[in-house]
Nanobody, 124 residues
Framework: VQLQASGGGLVQSGGSLRLSCAASGRIFDSYSIGWFRQAPGMEREFVASTRWSGTHTNYADSVKGRFTIAKDSTKNMVDLQMNSLRPEDTADYFC??????????????????WGRGTQVTVSS
């Protein structure tokens, strides 16, 4: 399984960005797909997750109501729509997947496959 994240960039506070994670290889609907982020000097933290079936969506409290994770119905791709961005959302964003049934588990170590990060910078 290979993952590729894209869509990062520089945006002003209050703006929006849409990240995409494209997967290739053997993906099952029961697999979880998660977005994580890591700011300089900080640990990697959970942002949002769902299953490749598009069900069992889960969000970190810090992004609820602002971010939306959604599965593209025609492709092995999951998007993260980020609205009302804040400077504290600045980080490298990573997507990850694996045979994890519990999408509420925020531990990045339970995800088996990772893509390279895409950088998001929110200016104040």
């Amino acid at each position: 399984v290979q993952l590729q994240a894209s869509g990062g960039g520089l945006v002003q506070s209050g703006g929006s960005l849409r990240l995409s994670c494209a997967a290739s290889g053997r993906i099952f609907d029961s697999y979880s797909i998660g977005w994580f982020r890591q700011a300089p000097g900080m640990e990697r933290e959970f942002v949002a997750s769902t299953r490749w079936s598009g069900t069992h969506t889960n969000y970190a409290d810090s992004v609820k109501g602002r971010f939306t994770i959604a599965k593209d119905s025609t492709k092995n791709m999951v998007d993260l729509q980020m609205n009302s961005l804040r400077p504290e959302d600045t980080a490298d964003y990573f997507c990850a997947t694996g045979p994890l049934a519990d999408t509420t588990n925020p531990n990045p170590r339970v995800y088996e496959y990772w893509g390279r990060g895409t950088q998001v910078t929110v200016s104040s």
